[in-house]
């Protein structure tokens, strides 16, 4: 029988060997994601930037196209929709950009920051980010003979179920430091203020709380085995892997080094020795710029 403590070292190991995205994979993947638009049977307008009349309605279309222009996806539009929502949010389907009316509202006299949030949106899409629940299938196929023929219930069950959503919950957090990287050099490349999306975090802090999980652990229970999941599930879910959000820190640091790059306050080389990951990324988009020859 698998000890609580091998179920917990098992978990971990498993929730970090099953990662179906390797940070190095940036390259390859926006490949995949230019293909994808040009055989995707849109229109596709050529090296021409794409310009309406700058009327209220058209506004945050055509900050999205100037970042579109600038990105390796130039030459495709790429819609931004309204969603009637007064939460300060914004997400991507991996085709649209979405922002919640109470983000437009919040940030209408900004056009660095509105775009420092379709930025974002667009790295996403740029860096091909699919849904984190794509790892779990392959986690399992792991998973399994390394269980051997432990139950698949129980507390086996429990550390299976909730090292996916730590590996979930890992995954989302390297996207979102992804696209906030991709971001900064799209801004700065369209002329818009890189530090636009330093100002947002600070202000979306101030705004709202961020939704960690509070995990309570009942005291009393008549099954023991019970008991023993419990405490798996409170070791688990108290990790930093498990947490909801990135912590904003980390995301702080990663916008402020790719600022300071952009800007050439820091060299490459400066930049490798504080983060090999963010030097590749920089390197990487950079390279797949397109350029005005």
């Known amino acids: 029988?698998?000890?609580?403590?091998?179920?917990?070292?098992?978990?971990?190991?498993?929730?970090?060997?099953?990662?179906?995205h390797s940070p190095r994979t940036l390259g390859p993947r926006i490949t995949e994601s230019q293909n994808e638009w040009r055989y995707s049977g849109g229109i596709f307008y050529g090296d021409k930037p794409i310009q309406y009349p700058d009327t209220p309605d058209k506004r945050i279309q055509n900050i999205?196209?100037?970042?579109?222009?600038?990105?390796?996806?130039?030459?495709?539009?790429?819609?931004?929709?309204?969603?009637?929502?007064?939460?300060?949010?914004?997400?991507?389907?991996?085709?649209?950009?979405?922002?919640?009316?109470?983000?437009v509202?919040?940030?209408?006299?900004?056009?660095?920051?509105?775009?420092?949030?379709?930025?974002?949106?667009l790295g996403h899409m740029i860096a091909k980010h699919e849904p984190p629940g794509n790892g779990k299938y392959i986690f399992l196929q792991v998973m399994s003979p390394m269980l051997g023929l432990v139950p698949f219930g129980g507390a086996a069950g429990t550390a299976v179920k909730e090292s996916?959503?730590?590996?979930?919950?890992?995954?989302?957090?390297?996207?979102?430091r992804e696209a906030d990287a991709i971001a900064v050099v799209l801004l700065?490349?369209?002329?818009?203020?890189?530090?636009?999306?330093?100002?947002?975090?600070?202000?979306?802090?101030?705004?709202?709380?961020?939704?960690?999980?509070?995990?309570?652990?009942?005291?009393?229970?008549?099954?023991p085995?019970?008991?023993?999941?419990?405490?798996?599930?409170?070791?688990?879910?108290?990790?930093?892997?498990?947490?909801?959000?990135?912590?904003?820190?980390?995301?702080?640091?990663?916008?402020?080094?790719?600022?300071?790059?952009?800007?050439?306050?820091?060299?490459?080389?400066q930049l490798k020795r504080e983060s090999r990951w963010l030097d590749y990324v920089y390197t990487t988009i950079e390279q797949r710029l397109p350029r005005n020859d």
Not at 164 to 176: G, H, I, L, S, T
């Open 225 to 269: 085995v019970a008991l023993a999941e419990s405490a798996l599930l409170f070791v688990l879910r108290s990790s930093p892997l498990y947490k909801t959000h990135p912590p904003s820190k980390k995301r702080q640091e990663t916008v402020e080094l790719m600022t300071l790059t952009v800007q050439g306050a820091l060299t490459p080389e």
């Open 105 to 121: 509202k919040a940030l209408w006299h900004d056009d660095s920051m509105l775009a420092a949030i379709l930025a974002h949106e």
């Open 64 to 103: 999205l196209n100037r970042l579109t222009y600038v990105s390796p996806l130039r030459g495709h539009e790429i819609k931004a929709l309204y969603i009637k929502d007064s939460s300060l949010n914004a997400r991507t389907d991996g085709h649209k950009i979405y922002l919640n009316l109470g983000l």
């Open 1 to 20: 029988m698998i000890s609580l403590a091998g179920l917990v070292y098992l978990s971990f190991f498993a929730s970090g060997c099953a990662s179906v």
């Open 164 to 176: 996916v959503r730590m590996n979930d919950r890992a995954y989302e957090r390297f996207q979102e």
């Open 188 to 223: 700065h490349s369209a002329g818009y203020d890189p530090h636009a999306l330093s100002r947002f975090f600070g202000m979306a802090s101030s705004s709202h709380k961020l939704n960690l999980q509070n995990v309570s652990v009942p005291t009393q229970y008549s099954n």
